[in-house]
């Protein structure tokens, strides 16, 4: 049984910069939907579809995105870590629609900073303001610790948003030093693989 050769796009247009793999079941009306733009613009930025009413699987489309999208930056150390420290941050697909930041490292107790129980990943973008969240640590020793944030659908990750990692104190609400730090921009970064489904 041959299937339908999935449709990629040569390149993008400046404001649609991300990419979004079709699965069985999506409309043009409802990815629209979930990024929040007309269907005609949808269409209109994805000429390599020529009817926007037949869709198939693997087929990507180009979506609103000022940056590549989904794409990951290594976050470097900002203040003396332990050896092995490290980290990165993610900016990909929310699953309610828009776009979510996940950041994931392996760092030592917050407390190895001063007087702080917890980790918060923030990510600041120009000209919109910043977006945080407690990090979780798994069983291991060091721990990694991890996050998402799903922004609201009226925010989405520009060029030279800065992500970052600090300790903090979850009674007193005190912050302590960056301890990780990335810069999420158009040509820096590692760009994700798509995955196309093939015959």
Same mark, same amino acid.
């Given at each position: 049984?041959?299937?339908?050769q999935p449709r990629?796009?040569? #390149?993008?247009?400046?404001? *649609?910069? /991300?990419?979004?793999?079709?699965? &069985? +079941?999506?409309?043009? =009306?409802?990815?629209?939907? $979930?990024?929040?733009?007309?269907?005609?613009?949808?269409?209109?930025?994805?000429?390599?579809?020529? #009817?926007?009413?037949?869709? *198939?699987? /693997?087929?990507?489309l180009c979506v &609103? +995105?000022?940056?590549? =999208?989904?794409?990951?930056? $290594?976050?470097?150390?900002?203040?003396?870590?332990?050896?092995?420290?490290?980290?990165?941050?993610?900016?990909?697909?929310?699953?309610?629609? /828009?776009?979510?930041?996940?950041?994931?490292?392996?760092?030592?107790?917050?407390?190895?900073?001063?007087?702080?129980?917890?980790?918060?990943?923030?990510?600041?973008?120009?000209?919109?303001?910043?977006?945080?969240?407690?990090?979780?640590?798994?069983?291991?020793?060091?721990?990694?610790?991890?996050?998402?944030?799903?922004?609201?659908?009226?925010?989405?990750?520009?060029?030279?948003?800065?992500?970052?990692?600090?300790?903090?104190?979850s009674v007193t609400?005190?912050?302590?030093?960056?301890?990780?730090?990335?810069?999420?921009?158009?040509?820096?970064?590692?760009?994700?693989?798509?995955?196309?489904?093939?015959?």
């Amino acid at each position: 049984m041959l299937r339908q050769q999935p449709r990629v796009p040569q #390149n993008c247009p400046p404001a *649609f910069l /991300g990419h979004y793999t079709v699965l &069985p +079941g999506d409309t043009f =009306y409802i990815i629209a939907q $979930i990024f929040r733009v007309r269907i005609e613009t949808l269409a209109a930025n994805n000429p390599h579809i020529p #009817n926007p009413n037949v869709l *198939f699987p /693997g087929d990507v489309l180009c979506v &609103p +995105g000022f940056i590549s =999208y989904p794409c990951c930056t $290594i976050l470097s150390p900002r203040t003396s870590i332990p050896f092995g420290a490290n980290g990165i941050v993610s900016v990909n697909f929310a699953p309610r629609g /828009g776009q979510a930041v996940s950041f994931m490292a392996t760092l030592p107790q917050p407390s190895n900073f001063g007087n702080f129980d917890i980790y918060t990943g923030e990510i600041f973008i120009p000209g919109i303001g910043g977006f945080g969240n407690q990090l979780f640590a798994n069983p291991q020793d060091p721990p990694v610790w991890s996050t998402r944030i799903d922004l609201p659908t009226v925010a989405s990750v520009m060029p030279n948003s800065i992500a970052v990692i600090r300790p903090s104190n979850s009674v007193t609400g005190a912050f302590g030093i960056t301890v990780l730090q990335g810069t999420i921009s158009r040509g820096i970064g590692v760009k994700i693989k798509v995955p196309v489904f093939g015959i």
